[in-house]
């Protein structure tokens, strides 16, 4: 199984504030790597999907980058709403894992 | 509009059996993979199961055995038949559209809850 390892687990910072939050991957994972944002109560929502391509309706603030083992989400300037918990997931094979996850307060 | 909605959630003896649904609008399930994916509250995601488009079904080696994912076409719908359950399997459980094989998920219901309890 490919693991998944995101850090920090818990990060706090500012309105403002650039953010990046790391995942590392246990072996190469080409750019099949997608991240997710998940509020209090509610269901998860794609943010980056092949480790840079913004969703659809996603704010141009958030930016995936990375490829192989090492990849980034990034908030270029922290707004008061992106307060959340993120996750990483691999998709390189079948049952992709996902990180552990962070939680940005 | 695009978008699932789960059902069957509820508490049950370990033990016991549970068939959770996934209603799907907007597109249909033939044409993506479906997952579910469960969460325990305060704590991370998890894959439960998927079935791509083409009905091949996958299940970690925590559901293999225990959980069944199948899909009614006419309906639209995607099933999710949990026997054996253990208190474990308590959590928040959602179903999900696979944007494509690569690109993640893209359309998650609202979740449903299952508590493993006597």
């Known amino acids: 199984d490919i693991q998944m390892t995101q850090s920090p687990s818990s990060l706090s910072a500012s309105v403002g504030d650039r953010v990046t939050i790391t995942c590392r991957a246990s072996q190469s994972i080409s750019d099949y790597l997608n991240w997710y944002q998940q509020k209090p109560g509610k269901a998860p929502k794609l943010l980056v999907y092949a480790a840079s391509s913004l969703e659809s309706g996603v704010p141009s603030r958030f930016s995936g980058s990375g490829s192989g083992r090492d990849f980034t989400l990034t908030i270029s300037s922290l707004q008061p709403e992106d307060f959340a918990s993120y996750y990483c997931?691999?998709?390189?094979?079948?049952?992709?894992?996902f990180g552990q996850g962070t939680k940005l307060e | 509009e695009v978008q699932v909605v789960e059902s069957g959630g509820g508490l049950v003896q370990p033990g016991g059996s549970l068939r959770l649904s996934c209603a799907a609008s907007g597109f249909s399930v033939s044409r993506y993979y479906m997952t579910w994916v469960r969460q325990v509250p305060g704590k991370g995601l998890e894959w439960v199961s998927v079935i791509y488009a083409g009905g091949t079904p996958y299940y970690p080696d925590s559901a293999k055995g225990r959980f069944t994912i199948s899909r009614d076409i006419s309906k639209n719908t995607v099933s999710l038949e949990m026997n054996s359950l253990r208190p474990d399997d308590s959590a928040i459980y959602y179903c999900?559209?696979?944007?494509?094989?690569?690109?993640?998920?893209?359309?998650w219901g609202q979740g449903t809850t299952v508590i493993v309890s006597s």
């Open positions: 999900a559209r696979g944007k494509s094989v690569r690109d993640g998920m893209d359309v």
């Open positions: 997931q691999q998709s390189y094979n079948t049952l992709g894992t």
